[in-house]
C-alpha cells in the first residue's frame, strides 16, 4: 500500500523525523487558510501516487495569498500522468543548502534490510545507481540485530555527506529504521533529505509503501485505504477481499492462485485475446468468494466473455462449481463462460455443472482450449 | 531417491486442530506421509483421529522423534510457530500459511540461519513438498503426482505446480520431488538450494523450474545453473504481460521499476542453456522431449 506525501510525513513525524509543517488540503480556500496559519513562504505540492509531479507543474512556491490562489486552482483537479489531484499539501518553504537521499528496502537478495543514503539527492535515485554507484553508501542491517548507532555512524561517513549534517542525519536515519521496521513499511524514503543552511538536517519528501500483509497488527493502516487510488473494478474487488489487478481487454480472468491467474493472463494474450484483469480468487475459496469474483467480473463494461481456471490443491472442485451456480442464480451474467477444472475434487465439481451446462457455460479440459474458447466467445482476437 | 523428505520423515503438523491443519494433515496421513504429531498449547492432550496433539514442538519431537514440521497457523502466528519448531528440535519445517509480514519472515529467516543453521525452511506461502508415493507435506493434491522420476520440480507457485505435475502425469512422465519454495519475498528455500539438491540426487535426470515475476532469484538461479548444474533444465516464468508496480497476487510478485520482469528472467535462463516454454503446456512438452533424448 503506498501512501501519498503528507501520509508518509505525518508516519514520520509519529517517530519524531523532522518534517516542515503543513496540512493537507481539498479546496483552493482551505489552501489559503492552510497557507496563512503556517507562514508564507509555501510550497503548494499535489498529492498523488507517482512520481514526476515536480516536471507536471504539481509543485510550486507561494510567496503570498494571490500565488496560493492561482496555484492551488491549477493544481487542484490537475492530471498527472492519469492520476487526478485530489489532495494538495500546502507546506512551510525550506532553504535549502544540500539535498541528500535516504531509505530502507528490503534486499530480496541478500535477505537483509537495505540503507541507501547519497549526498545526491532530489533526483531519481536509480540515475543515480545507474551512472554513479559509487555516490551510493549502502548498509545491510540484519532484523535480527536491528541498526546500531555505531553502524549508522560508519554508514553517514562514507556518504560524505556535508560534516555539518552528520549528526542530524544518524539521528534521522536510527529513527528511519524504527519507522520502517515498526510500521511494517517494504519501503521508506525520504528524497531529498535536506540540509538547511542554519544546519538542520530535514525531510522534505517521503516515499512509504507499506506491507499489506502486516494490516492485522496496524489498526491505523485503514485510514490510508481512503486515499488509495483504485478503479471502480479494483474498489469493487478489495471491498470482497479478492485479489485484483484491472487491465485494459476483454476476456474476464478467474483463477485460483497468483501463478496460474499470471500464466493465464499471459496465455489469454498468447491465444490473440486481450485480458481484462487478473483475479486470484486464493486458495480454500468457497462457493461465496467464487460468486463475489463472477460479480466482479460481470460489472466490467468491456468484458464479453469469462475465463475461469481452476487447479484445485486447498481448492476444492464443489466449492468453485457451487460458486459458479450460485453467481448465475444471484445475477445475470451478461458473458458466457468457459471454465477449466482440474485438481481437489474436480469430479464432483464437473458433476455439479453437468446440469448448467449450455452454450453459456462450458467446461473445457486444458487451459490452451479454455483460452481459445473464451477469446472466441469474445467475438474473435483483439 | 527424492530430496529434503521422503517416507521416513516424521511430520509434526504445528495447527492439527483447526480446520485447514486438519484437513491436510489427514489427507497427507492417507497419503503415506508419517503425520506423527499435531501441537496446540490449548489442546495437549487430546488428539486428532489418534494422532496425539502436544503443547509445542519440543513435547511432540521428545515423544515420537519428529524430524520435521508443517505449519498451518494463521499469519499472525507464524513467527512464533517457526521459531517453536527450530527450538523444539526439527530440521525441516515447511509454512503453509500465506500473508506473513515480510518484516517477520525477513527476521525468522535471519535468525534460524544464525541459531539454528541445521533448520531448513521451506516457504513461508507455498503449498509444501511432495515426493510422490512417499511423502506429501502441504496441500498439493497427491493424485496427480507420477511417483518414480525422473523429473525434480521446484516452483515459486503452488497452483502452476500442479499444473506442471498434471502436464508430466498426462505424458506419463514421473517425479522424484516437487517443491513449492512458495511466492513471498523472503522464501526459507531457493531455486538454487533445489537445484543443489536435485544435482546431487542420482534418481532426479531433469529439474522443471517454475519462475514469475518479482525478485531476481531467476536470474541467480540462471547463474548457479551455468555453473554447477549438469542436468537439463526446462523453465517456466509466469507473469509476461503483468503491468509494472502492481502486485500480482504473490507477495513477492511484483515488478520494481524496471527490475523483476518475466523477460528479464527467461533471457538470463535461456543464456544459461535452460529451455524454456512460453506456457505451462509448452514446459510440459519440452520436458517430455528432454525425457525421450535421454532416452528414459
Known amino acids: 500500500m503506498d501512501l501519498l506525501e503528507y501520509q508518509g510525513k505525518q508516519l514520520f513525524a509519529q517517530y519524531g523525523i523532522p518534517v516542515s509543517a503543513g496540512s493537507a488540503v481539498t479546496t483552493v480556500d482551505e489552501a489559503v487558510a492552510a497557507a496563512e496559519a503556517v507562514g508564507y513562504p509555501v510550497v503548494v505540492k499535489a498529492q498523488v501516487l507517482v512520481g514526476g509531479r515536480g516536471k507536471a507543474g504539481g509543485v510550486k512556491l507561494a510567496s503570498n495569498v494571490d500565488e496560493v490562489r492561482e496555484h492551488a486552482s491549477n493544481i487542484i483537479g490537475m492530471d498527472i500522468k492519469g492520476h487526478r489531484v485530489d489532495v494538495v499539501w500546502i507546506e512551510k518553504a525550506s ?23 547519497s549526498a545526491q539527492g532530489g533526483v531519481e535515485i536509480e540515475t543515480v545507481a545507474d551512472e554513479n554507484p559509487d555516490a551510493i553508501a549502502r548498509i545491510h542491517v540484519n532484523p535480527v540485530d536491528g541498526l546500531s548507532e555505531g553502524d549508522c555512524r560508519s554508514w553517514v561517513e562514507a556518504a560524505e555527506l556535508d560534516p555539518a549534517a552528520t549528526e542530524g542525519a544518524v539521528e534521522i536515519l536510527m529513527k528511519l529504521y524504527t519507522a520502517y521496521t515498526e510500521a511494517d513499511a517494504d519501503l521508506c524514503e525520504i528524497n531529498p533529505l535536506i540540509l538547511t543552511p542554519d544546519g538542520r538536517v530535514h525531510a522534505l519528501d517521503a516515499k512509504v509503501t507499506l506491507d499489506d500483509n502486516a494490516v492485522f497488527r496496524h489498526p491505523e493502516y485503514e485510514q490510508y485505504d481512503a486515499t488509495q487510488v483504485r478503479d471502480e473494478r479494483e474498489q469493487a474487488a478489495h471491498d470482497k477481499g479478492l485479489q485484483y489487478v484491472g487491465l485494459d481487454g476483454f476476456v474476464g480472468v478467474i483463477a485460483n492462485g497468483a501463478g496460474l ?3 493465464t493472463v499471459d496465455i489469454v494474450n498468447q491465444v490473440g485475446g486481450k485480458p481484462a484483469n487478473f483475479l486470484d480468487i486464493g486458495g480454500g475459496a468457497n462457493a461465496d468468494v467464487m460468486a463475489g469474483a463472477l460479480e466482479v467480473i460481470n460489472n466490467d463494461p468491456n468484458v464479453r466473455s469469462i475465463l475461469i481456471n481452476i487447479f484445485g490443491g486447498i481448492t476444492k472442485g464443489e466449492e468453485v462449481a457451487n460458486g459458479i451456480v450460485q453467481a448465475l442464480e444471484r445475477v445475470a451474467i451478461d458473458s458466457p463462460i468457459v471454465i477449466r477444472l482440474d485438481g481437489t475434487n474436480a469430479d464432483e465439481g464437473r458433476a455439479i455443472l453437468q446440469s448448467h451446462l449450455s452454450d453459456r457455460l462450458q467446461l473445457q479440459p486444458t487451459m490452451l482450449d479454455a483460452a481459445r474458447t473464451a477469446v472466441e466467445l469474445a467475438g474473435g482476437a483483439a | 531417491m527424492s530430496i529434503f523428505v521422503d517416507e521416513t520423515t516424521k511430520v509434526v503438523y504445528q495447527g492439527l486442530t483447526g480446520s485447514q491443519g486438519r484437513f491436510y494433515g489427514l489427507l497427507n496421513k492417507e497419503y503415506g506421509t508419517q503425520v506423527v504429531a499435531g501441537t496446540n498449547p490449548k489442546k495437549a492432550g487430546t488428539d486428532v483421529e489418534g494422532i496425539p496433539i502436544f503443547a509445542g514442538v519440543a513435547d511432540a519431537v521428545q515423544e515420537t522423534g519428529a524430524t520435521a514440521s508443517c505449519v498451518f497457523i494463521p499469519a499472525p502466528g507464524v513467527k512464533d510457530a517457526v521459531l517453536d519448531a527450530a527450538r523444539g528440535g526439527v530440521e525441516f519445517i515447511v509454512v503453509i500459511t500465506e500473508g506473513v509480514p515480510a518484516h517477520d519472515e525477513a527476521w525468522f529467516y535471519n535468525k534460524l540461519k544464525r541459531d539454528f543453521p541445521n533448520v531448513q525452511l521451506l516457504g513461508p506461502n507455498c503449498p509444501g513438498i511432495i515426493s510422490p508415493g512417499k511423502a506429501n507435506i502441504g496441500i498439493t493434491a497427491g493424485h496427480i503426482a507420477k511417483a518414480g522420476g525422473p523429473v525434480g520440480i521446484v516452483s515459486r507457485s503452488g497452483t502452476l505446480t500442479y499444473q506442471a505435475l498434471y502436464e508430466l502425469q498426462q505424458k506419463d512422465i514421473g517425479v522424484t520431488t516437487c517443491v513449492g519454495i512458495g511466492g513471498d519475498p523472503v522464501p526459507g528455500t531457493s531455486f538454487i538450494d533445489c537445484l543443489r539438491a536435485f544435482e546431487a540426487d542420482d534418481e532426479t535426470k ?37 503491468p509494472a508496480g502492481k502486485k500480482m497476487g504473490h507477495a513477492g510478485a511484483i515488478i520494481s521499476g524496471s527490475k523483476g520482469t518475466a523477460q528479464a528472467k527467461m533471457d538470463a535462463l535461456r543464456e544459461a542453456g535452460v529451455k524454456v516454454g512460453l506456457n505451462p503446456t509448452e514446459a510440459g512438452e519440452l520436458m517430455a522431449d528432454i525425457i525421450k533424448e535421454l532416452g528414459l
Open chain 1, 95 to 117: 532553504d535549502i543548502a544540500e539535498e541528500y537521499y535516504a531509505s530502507f528496502t528490503l534486499d530480496r537478495g541478500a535477505k537483509l534490510h537495505l540503507g541507501m543514503l
Open chain 1, 261 to 263: 491467474a499470471m500464466s
Open chain 2, 206 to 242: 531433469a529439474v522443471m523450474m517454475i519462475g514469475e515475476i518479482g525478485g531476481s532469484a531467476e536470474e541467480e538461479a540462471a547463474a548457479f545453473i551455468a555453473e554447477s548444474v549438469s542436468k537439463p533444465v526446462v523453465s517456466y516464468v509466469a507473469g509476461v504481460t503483468a
